[in-house]
C-alpha cells in the first residue's frame, strides 16, 4: 500500500508484509485548537514504534485514535489493511495500557486478564490455559488471585501488559506505562519491556515524553512536536542526524549555536558563529556561502585537552565554568575564552575522579565531522 | 543488662503535657456535646420512661405534676416490661409497625430506581448539562418541606393539573383519587428523600477513574457490558450509603402519611403525633 503523500515518513518495505498499522494524513481538532496536524507513519508488523515529545505535542492524541478513544477529524487509519475510522473501540482488537494501568480494583489479577478473553468469547477452559501463560510470562503466577490493590507498582504495571497481550492484539498501545514507577524500577521495567516485546512479536505503539526510554528501546522513534510528526528513524538517525532544531535539542544533550557560513573549501565548510568563533564542519554539499544555520554538537563528541590540542579539529581555548558529577560520568561546561559562548562536555569517568577542575583553562576539540548542521 | 533511666535533667511531665496528644480531639467536642446533649441523653431518658408503670390513661403521656398521685402517665421510678409487652401484642400498634417498614422498603425501592439512572446520567453529562441537572435535583431542597408537599396536594388533589391532563388525553372521564392515597404519600415521600440520594450516588460515581470504562471498552466490552461490569459493581459500596440513608430517612417519614395519606398510611411517627394531641 503506497502513502497518497509521498514526503511521509515510511519505512522501507523489508518485506513483501504490509504494515499493520498505517495512519493518513490524521488531524484532530479540538474546537480552534489543533492537537494534531497532518501526520502519517506506517508501523511494521512486530515493530516497537515510539511517539516521542514534549506534553501537548500531541503524541497522546494520536495514540488515542489509533486505539478508538477518539476520531480523528481529517485523514483514516488501516489496521491490517482495514479502515478503523468508523469501528468502534471495542470491536478493533487493540491493547492499550494506560499510564494509570486501569486494572479493574474489584477482580483479581486473574480475572482481570480474563476480561479480554471473556469479551471475546473464549470458552472457559482455553481462558485458564491461556491466562496461566501469559501470567507465566509475566511472571506472576503466584498472584493470580491477588487484588490489584495488593500489588507493587511494577506487578500492577505487568498485570496491565498481561491483561491485553492475552488476546493477542494486532496492536498494543502504551501509553507513558513507566511514568508511574520510580526510577530504578523504570530502567529494570525497560528491559523487561523490551524482551516481552520481542518474545511476544507484538507490533507495539509506545508513547512517552522520556528520550531515554524512546532512545533504548525503539526500532523507530517518531518525534513530534505542536501536532507535527517532525522526523521518523532509528534511535540513531534520530540521534545522529536530526533533521530540525527541535529534534537536535529534544534527544539527549546538546550545544546549538547559530550560525553563518563563511566559506565552503572543498569537503569542508567555515561557519562564523555568534562571538565570532569559526567552526568548521564536512560540507554535505548544500551549503552556500552566507546562508544561515544551526550548528549542534553533543557533549560526548567533545574532548578536553590540558595541553597540544590534536590538529585538524575545531579547537578552542576556554574555562570549564561549571562541572556537574554525574556518577558515571562528568559534564563540564565551558566558557570559550574572549567570548561568552558556552559549550558541554561529557567525559566517561573509567578511573572515577573527573580529570579537570572548575576554574580550570582547557582546549576543548572536536572533529569537523561530529559537528551537526541544520539550514534555515 | 538493666534498662537505665535516660535522665530528662530534672524535667516531670506536667498534667498539660500528658494531655496534650488529646488535643486535636477537643474539635470533635462541640458536636459530640451538641450530640450528647440534644439526642443521646434525652433519648436515653425516653427509654428510661419507657420502663415506667403506666398510671392507665394513656401511654404516652410524659410528665404530669410530680409526686402527686393520678398527676401524671406514669409511675416514677417504677421497672416494668408491660408498655413493651402491650406494643407487640396489640395489633393495631403491630400494622402501623409493619406499615411503617413497608412504607419505607417502598418508598427507598422507588427512590434506588429512579436516583440511580439519573445520577449515572449527570456523571456522564457534559459539564454546563451537569451543573444544570445537578442544581435541578437540589432545587426542591430550597422550598420548606411543607410548601412542598401542600403544593404535592393541589396538584394531585381531584381538581388538580394532573388530573386534568387524565382528563384531557382521555384516559379517564372522571378525576382518579391520587391525593390521600398511598400513591401521593409515596410520591411526596421520594420527592422529599431522592436529591440526597441521587447526589450520594453521582458523587460516587466520580471517584472511579474514568480510564477503567475506556479500558473495558478498549478490551472489547460494549458500552452496556462496561456498565454492567465494572462501573456498576465499582459503584456498589457508595449506592448502599445511598440506600441506607434513604431508608433511615424513610423510616421517619411522618408528613407525606399525615398530609397525603390517608388512616390507613399511617407510620409510627404520625401515629405519635395523633395520639398525643388526641390526649
Given at each position: 500500500m503506497k502513502a497518497a503523500n509521498p514526503s511521509s515518513f515510511e519505512r522501507t518495505p523489508s518485506a513483501d508484509v504490509p504494515p499493520?498499522?498505517?495512519?493518513?494524513?490524521?488531524?484532530?481538532?479540538?474546537?480552534?485548537?489543533?492537537?494534531?496536524?497532518?501526520?502519517?507513519?506506517?508501523?511494521?508488523?512486530?515493530?516497537?514504534?515510539?511517539?516521542?515529545?514534549?506534553?501537548?505535542?500531541?503524541?497522546?492524541?494520536?495514540?488515542?485514535?489509533?486505539?478508538?478513544y477518539l476520531e480523528p477529524t481529517r485523514g483514516d487509519i488501516y489496521i491490517r489493511g482495514r479502515r478503523m475510522n468508523d469501528v468502534p473501540l471495542e470491536k478493533r482488537n487493540i491493547g492499550m495500557v494506560f499510564q494509570s494501568y486501569?486494572?479493574?480494583?474489584?477482580?483479581?489479577?486473574?480475572e482481570n486478564v480474563a476480561f479480554g478473553l471473556r469479551m471475546r468469547g473464549v470458552p472457559k477452559r482455553e481462558r485458564a490455559e491461556r491466562i496461566a501463560n501469559v501470567l507465566d510470562l509475566v511472571e506472576l503466577s503466584e498472584f493470580a488471585d491477588r487484588y490489584p490493590v495488593q500489588l507493587s507498582g511494577g506487578q500492577r504495571q505487568r498485570v496491565a501488559i498481561a491483561r491485553v497481550v492475552v488476546y493477542e492484539p494486532d496492536i498494543l498501545l502504551l501509553d507513558e506505562p513507566l511514568a508511574n514507577l520510580d526510577r530504578r524500577l523504570r530502567d529494570s521495567m525497560r528491559v523487561e519491556l523490551k524482551k516481552l516485546q520481542e518474545k511476544v512479536g507484538i507490533t507495539t505503539v509506545y508513547v512517552t515524553h522520556d528520550q531515554e526510554e524512546a532512545l533504548s528501546m525503539a526500532d523507530r522513534i517518531a518525534v513530534m512536536e505542536g501536532g507535527h510528526l517532525l522526523q521518523l528513524g532509528t534511535p540513531s538517525e534520530v540521534y545522529n542526524s536530526p533533521k530540525s532544531p527541535f529534534v537536535a535539542t529534544f534527544l539527549g544533550n546538546t550545544s546549538s549555536y547559530q550560525a553563518t557560513v563563511s566559506s565552503v573549501d572543498g569537503t569542508f565548510t567555515d561557519l562564523e558563529i555568534d562571538g565570532g568563533l569559526t567552526v568548521r564542519v564536512v560540507n554535505g554539499g548544500d551549503l552556500e556561502p552566507g546562508e544561515n544555520c544551526l550548528v549542534s554538537v553533543r557533549p560526548e563528541r567533545v574532548a578536553l585537552f590540558k595541553a597540544s590540542p590534536p590538529e585538524d579539529q575545531n579547537v578552542f581555548?576556554?574555562?570549564?565554568?561549571?562541572?556537574?558529577?554525574?556518577?558515571?560520568?562528568?559534564?563540564?561546561?565551558?566558557?570559550?575564552?574572549?567570548?561568552?559562548?558556552?559549550?558541554?562536555a561529557h567525559e566517561a569517568l573509567p578511573a572515577g575522579q573527573p580529570s579537570h577542575r572548575e576554574g580550570e583553562s582547557v582546549y576543548v576539540a572536536w572533529e569537523p565531522g561530529q559537528t551537526v548542521y541544520l539550514k534555515g | 543488662m538493666t534498662v537505665v533511666e535516660t535522665d530528662l535533667g530534672g524535667y516531670q511531665k506536667?498534667?498539660?503535657?500528658?494531655?496534650?496528644?488529646?488535643?486535636?480531639?477537643?474539635?470533635?467536642?462541640?458536636?459530640?456535646?451538641?450530640?450528647?446533649?440534644?439526642?443521646?441523653?434525652?433519648?436515653?431518658?425516653?427509654?428510661?420512661?419507657?420502663?415506667?408503670?403506666?398510671?392507665?390513661?394513656?401511654?404516652?403521656?410524659?410528665?404530669?405534676?410530680?409526686?402527686?398521685?393520678?398527676?401524671?402517665?406514669?409511675?416514677?421510678?417504677?421497672?416494668?416490661?408491660?408498655?413493651?409487652?402491650?406494643?407487640?401484642?396489640?395489633?393495631y400498634f403491630m400494622s402501623v409497625m409493619m406499615f411503617t417498614i413497608g412504607f419505607a422498603l417502598l418508598v427507598t425501592l422507588v427512590t434506588m430506581i429512579l436516583a440511580y439512572p439519573m445520577a449515572y446520567y449527570i456523571y456522564r453529562a457534559p459539564p454546563k448539562l451537569k451543573t444544570a441537572l445537578i442544581l435541578i435535583v437540589i432545587l426542591?431542597?430550597?422550598?420548606?418541606?411543607?410548601?412542598?408537599?401542600?403544593?404535592?396536594?393541589?396538584?394531585?388533589?381531584?381538581?388538580?393539573?394532573?388530573?386534568?391532563?387524565?382528563?384531557?388525553?382521555?384516559?379517564?372521564?372522571?378525576?382518579?383519587?391520587?391525593?390521600?392515597?398511598?400513591?401521593?404519600?409515596?410520591?411526596?415521600?421520594?420527592?422529599?428523600?431522592?436529591?440526597?440520594?441521587?447526589?450520594?450516588?453521582?458523587?460516587?460515581?466520580?471517584?472511579?477513574?474514568?480510564?477503567?470504562?475506556?479500558?473495558?471498552?478498549?478490551?472489547?466490552?460494549?458500552?452496556?457490558?462496561?456498565?454492567?461490569l465494572v462501573t456498576f459493581p465499582l459503584s456498589v459500596p457508595g449506592t448502599l450509603i445511598a440506600l441506607l440513608i434513604t431508608i433511615v430517612w424513610a423510616l421517619g417519614a411522618f408528613v407525606s402519611p399525615s398530609l397525603l395519606g390517608n388512616p390507613e398510611t399511617q407510620t409510627l411517627r404520625s401515629r405519635f403525633r395523633s395520639r398525643r394531641s388526641r390526649t
Open positions: 499493520v498499522l498505517e495512519v493518513r494524513g490524521v488531524w484532530k481538532t479540538f474546537g480552534d485548537a489543533v492537537a494534531v496536524e497532518s501526520v502519517s507513519f506506517d508501523v511494521a508488523d512486530g515493530e516497537f514504534l515510539f511517539l516521542i515529545g514534549p506534553s501537548g505535542c500531541g503524541k497522546t492524541t494520536t495514540l488515542r485514535m489509533i486505539g478508538g486501569a486494572l479493574f480494583p474489584h477482580m483479581t489479577v486473574a581555548r576556554g574555562q570549564i565554568d561549571f562541572l556537574s558529577y554525574l556518577g558515571a560520568g562528568v559534564e563540564y561546561i565551558i566558557r570559550i575564552d574572549g567570548t561568552d559562548v558556552t559549550i558541554r | 506536667t498534667v498539660v503535657d500528658r494531655l496534650a496528644p488529646y488535643a486535636k480531639y477537643l474539635l470533635l467536642s462541640p458536636m459530640i456535646l451538641l450530640m450528647l446533649g440534644f439526642f443521646v441523653i434525652p433519648l436515653l431518658w425516653l427509654l428510661r420512661i419507657s420502663f415506667y408503670e403506666s398510671r392507665g390513661a394513656s401511654g404516652f403521656g410524659i410528665g404530669g405534676a410530680a409526686g402527686q398521685e393520678g398527676g401524671g402517665f406514669y409511675v416514677e421510678g417504677t421497672w416494668t416490661l408491660d408498655n413493651y409487652v402491650r406494643f407487640f401484642t396489640d395489633d426542591p431542597k430550597l422550598s420548606n418541606m411543607l410548601v412542598l408537599v401542600y403544593g404535592l396536594q393541589m396538584l394531585l388533589a381531584n381538581n388538580g393539573l394532573v388530573n386534568e391532563l387524565i382528563m384531557l388525553v382521555g384516559v379517564s372521564d372522571e378525576p382518579i383519587k391520587l391525593v390521600y392515597t398511598l400513591f401521593s404519600a409515596t410520591v411526596s415521600k421520594v420527592l422529599l428523600v431522592i436529591p440526597y440520594t441521587i447526589l450520594v450516588i453521582t458523587a460516587t460515581l466520580h471517584t472511579l477513574d474514568p480510564s477503567l470504562r475506556e479500558a473495558s471498552r478498549g478490551l472489547g466490552a460494549s458500552p452496556f457490558k462496561t456498565f454492567w
